[in-house]
DNA sequence: AAAATAACTTGATCCGTATCAAGAACTTCT
DNA sequence: AGAAGTTCTTGATACGGATCAAGTTATTTT
């Protein structure tokens, strides 16, 4: 998108106050001289184009990043030359939090469309957290919440059915556009078919014949990239293996 | 809970500095100095007997855990009554870092054995940390690696085999064991075959044939919860997935 | 605008693992 | 020690989702 005016971006100055996102990657906690200072350390560069990658497994890391517009997939490599698709982030969120282990970075990160981010070098924020208890305890929190999604993500790939992954998968999209102020109903979803397979441990046919299906039984419109989720509640009742369950014995 | 003998335990001065396992929860960094304040706010409780629930999904959380001997696992309850066992945990390690994010445990830990384990408690290890560099250095490599171990799991859940999934269990108890003065090769495991399946994303039955046929090709010899691991290299290979790739194509 | 390529859909078939079932080995209780 | 309950193993069968194959619709390149 922004592919011109590139200069202008160096110029901006971040001031995460006035930013819609700070709720999200900032979230409660720190007070506006907090913010100040926070705000002082955080660089934005220009911008990344699909395909562009925010960084590569193996590269030394030195900053954490919020997506600030667009998109970003995260993934790792494995063995065999495949890869495993470990998240879908949007703006507000922030990436990176597994590279803080050693050093080097663990996965990879590519822009899924035209993205713009915010970088913090983690050895000024650490500094900074070392002074400032409240960002301290904000990153704690931060952490910790990332190790909670990644246990949720292991109990949709361990216990669910396709179904009940794509499922949990249109709510989580939903949910988070919802937050970020869109339709909680109606949107784009900027990654392939392959990428939600790979994401919920599922081939690309069956993600397709998925869609196909819930579009049939009129849960969801489809075209596409664009979906429009037609009825949220049975939504939620697939997620939680609605028909899997013997009936109205809602739990035992 | 702290029946008998609970004064004696009480008294046991806790002393990181001497203690194996140190190198295990403190990972290199702190000095003795560090090691001495930290000490000082660590509490040694009671063991707990098999069964025995460290904390439940819900219960307030004050404190991290460090396990010292025995074991345990980790599970969130599933919405139909289920169970998604999230880890099982060996003395050195550390568990409750997932809530961290609410002051709320969002999963349960229960002892597989007779298990002893330290107290951290958490506000008095937050504000250690903020005047003490180093730890919290410690601390967001902890946080940090525990969010690259679940997404390793992700890989295993998402896309590998049940034989590779087995061999990759093996192989970590083996590697573990191995850090911590025990044998590599030969070691008993303290959790059942259901609660192995459970944790592989794999029905007990499965568990059980891949044992029969890991035995019968000789890669190892197990009798109940006793394991010999005899050819580790072999295991190796198959957690890469050996057979289901191309025959020496190792990577592209 | 046409050609080439990539992404998606749909159908047919196959396979790995779940599920069902029953017996064996072990553990706990009385 | 015997009974009762678990846990584990093994076999038979079923099924969800993978894989193979081919066609369709977008997107990119020329």
């Given at each position: 998108m922004t592919s011109r005016k590139v200069v202008s971006f160096e110029n901006i100055k971040v001031a995460c106050k006035n930013c819609s996102l700070s709720t999200l990657c900032l979230p409660m906690g720190l007070t506006p001289e907090d913010v100040e200072r926070l705000d002082s350390i955080i660089k934005r560069g220009r911008p990344y184009h699909r395909g562009?990658?925010?960084?590569?497994?193996?590269d030394k890391f030195h900053s954490l990043r919020v997506i600030t517009s667009g998109s970003v997939k995260t993934y790792s490599p494995n063995e065999d030359g495949g890869e495993q698709v470990l998240g879908f982030h949007l703006p507000g969120e922030l990436i990176g939090?597994?590279?803080?282990?050693?050093?080097?970075?663990?996965c990879s990160a590519i822009a899924l469309e035209t993205t713009a981010v915010c970088e913090i070098p983690f050895s000024q924020l650490e500094s900074l957290s070392s002074i400032m208890p409240s960002l301290q305890h904000q990153m704690y929190r931060l952490l910790s919440r990332e190790i909670g999604q990644d246990t949720e993500m292991l109990t949709l790939l361990g216990k669910k059915s396709a179904e009940e992954r794509l499922a949990t998968f249109l709510l989580s999209f939903s949910e988070r556009f919802k937050q970020r102020g869109f339709s909680a109903s109606d949107f784009f979803l900027s990654m392939s078919r392959h990428e939600i397979g790979n994401y919920l441990g599922l081939a690309v046919e069956t993600v397709s014949r998925l869609f196909t299906r819930f579009q049939d039984e009129k849960l969801l419109h489809v075209e596409r990239k664009h979906v429009q989720l037609l009825d949220i509640p049975r939504l939620y009742d697939i997620v939680q293996g609605a028909d899997r369950a013997k009936p109205s014995q809602s739990r035992i």
């Open positions: 562009d990658h925010l960084y590569r497994g193996g939090l597994d590279a803080i282990q050693d050093d080097n970075h663990t």
